[in-house]
């Protein structure tokens, strides 16, 4: 839910407003039935995801149940690869800045790191919320298999992303000094474009204190542990045990709240230092606008507040972000003489 077009997007089934009610995705022949919703944020997931299902199910159950796709349909697999494209897609201007400039100054390590972790968490939750499903592709095609598998595809391609630009950031972070070698190798190949980028601007002069790299380490390595739990439990203990559903709550409650919180200290350092630095405002603006669509979507469905309250608040956060880049941008360019970068 912290994602560039936020974390966990995926295609949402049609869920009926009756227990046992049965709806068609729009526009497609993928039928589900509705225990496969979403967890809502504040609300206590049943005792297992599969309800009164055994630990390891049969696959008449879980097909009653509602956990295999009852046909393909091509407008919904093309949404998913596109919506998992997107997320990748929308992060490159980010990683490719940071890359370019040589630098981390101006991008909030809080803010960046609270990105990367609710994804890896969100990333948990849907692998852990999709295990019946997976459990299910051995008696089905591979093509309704992947129908099934998207939001796991979207998942991993969002964590990815935001753990790449994570991995830049942190290299120039923690070695503000050391890159010559970097800038020796790049320099032709992107002179062009840091003739637009680097003007009189440089790499942060000093690194951070050590005890902030270590915090963000081990923060990120306890995500990891997460992630590699939500794979194994559901291979322990069966795909509809109690646990399960509980852990893939957790960590999605987890990856709402540093969702909401995660945009506050991007702001705080725009507002103090007023510097853009190797902020990127295209990717800024194209998370706004997933947040915004997302928002949107869930209204227009009759969705209580609490399940698109993230999307709203990020939406107001991103949207003060890019007010910032804008004005401190402007401002730079008229002072200096030249255009404002939209990158």
């Known amino acids: ?49 599969c309800d009164a299902l055994p630990p390891w199910p049969t696959f008449d159950q879980l097909s ?26 929308s992060l490159l201007p980010q990683l490719g800045k940071i890359v ?40 089905i095609s591979p093509g309704l298999c992947f129908v099934g598998a998207l939001p796991s595809v979207q998942g991993v391609a969002q964590a990815a992303g935001s753990l790449s630009v994570l991995a ?9 000094g050391g890159q010559a070698a970097c800038q020796a190798k790049t320099e032709a190949l992107l002179e062009p474009l840091t003739a637009t980028l680097l003007v ?10 050590r005890g902030q790299v270590l915090g963000l380490v081990a923060v990120l390595g306890l995500s990891m542990v997460a992630l590699l739990a939500s794979l194994l439990l559901p291979l322990v203990a069966g795909p509809c045990a109690a646990p399960v559903g509980y852990s893939a709550w957790l960590t999605a409650l987890v990856s709402v709240q540093l969702s909401l919180v ?9 507002a103090r230092t007023c510097v853009v630095g190797s902020v990127s405002l295209s990717s800024t603006v194209l998370k706004l606008l997933g947040k915004v669509l997302l928002a949107a979507e869930f209204a227009a469905e009759k969705e209580p ?15 003060i972000q890019v007010v910032l880049i804008v004005v401190i941008s402007c401002r730079d360019a008229r002072r200096e003489g030249r255009t404002v970068s939209l990158l």
Not at 3 to 21: C, D, F, H, M, V
Not at 169 to 174: G, L, R
Not at 200 to 209: G, I, L, N, R, T
Not at 306 to 318: E, K, R
């Open 200 to 209: 009189s601007e440089a790499p942060v002069a000093a690194a951070p204190p």
């Open 64 to 89: 009653n149940a509602g956990f295999v796709a009852e046909g393909e349909s091509g407008g919904v697999v093309a949404l998913g690869l596109f919506l998992a494209a997107a997320s990748v897609l």
């Open 100 to 139: 370019v400039r040589r630098s981390s100054e101006g991008v909030s390590a809080l803010s960046l790191s609270c990105s990367a972790i609710a994804d890896v968490l969100q990333l948990a939750s849907v692998l852990a919320s999709a295990s019946p499903r997976f459990l299910a592709c051995r008696s």
């Open 168 to 176: 830049a950031f942190a290299y120039f972070w923690v070695r503000p």
């Open 262 to 270: 995660g945009g506050l200290p991007q702001i705080y350092l725009l």
């Open 305 to 319: 507040l609490s399940a698109y309250l993230p999307f709203l608040t990020t939406a107001i956060t991103g949207l």
């Open 1 to 49: 839910l912290a994602s560039p077009l936020g974390a966990g997007l995926y295609t949402r089934p049609k869920l009926g407003s009756r227990p046992g009610e049965r709806r068609t995705i729009r526009h497609s022949r993928v039928r589900w039935k509705p225990q496969m919703a979403t967890p809502r944020l504040l609300e206590v997931p049943a005792a297992a995801l």
